[in-house]
């Protein structure tokens, strides 16, 4: 598989300065490739439990694919 496009609600929520869900999950926010496979993790723009977001800001991922 050449790309696999990913969500999570959240992107770990609260990051103090460091993401602590990286200590339990291997893919929680961004770009990940492996060999000539890219995962795409998006942070989306909600929240799971309190709604608030700390070093998490939310995003939309705009992402153009082109033959060739």
């Known amino acids: ?3 696999q496009l990913s969500g999570h609600t959240h992107g770990g929520q609260i990051n103090p ?6 200590l339990v999950m291997p893919y929680v ?3 990940y490739v492996k ?3 890219t995962l ?3 942070r989306g ?3 799971a439990g309190p709604p608030s977001r ?4 939310p995003e939309v991922t705009k992402i153009v694919l082109v033959s060739g």
């Not at 300065?17 to 990286?22: E, K, L, M, S, V």
């Not at 700390?54 to 800001?57: D, M, N, Q, W, Y």
Request: proline share 8%.
């Open 1 to 3: 598989m050449a790309l």
């Open 17 to 22: 300065g460091f993401r602590p869900a990286d």
């Open 29 to 31: 926010a961004g770009r």
């Open 35 to 37: 060999g000539s496979s």
């Open 40 to 42: 795409w993790v998006n």
């Open 45 to 47: 723009f909600g929240v």
């Open 54 to 57: 700390v070093g998490a800001p």
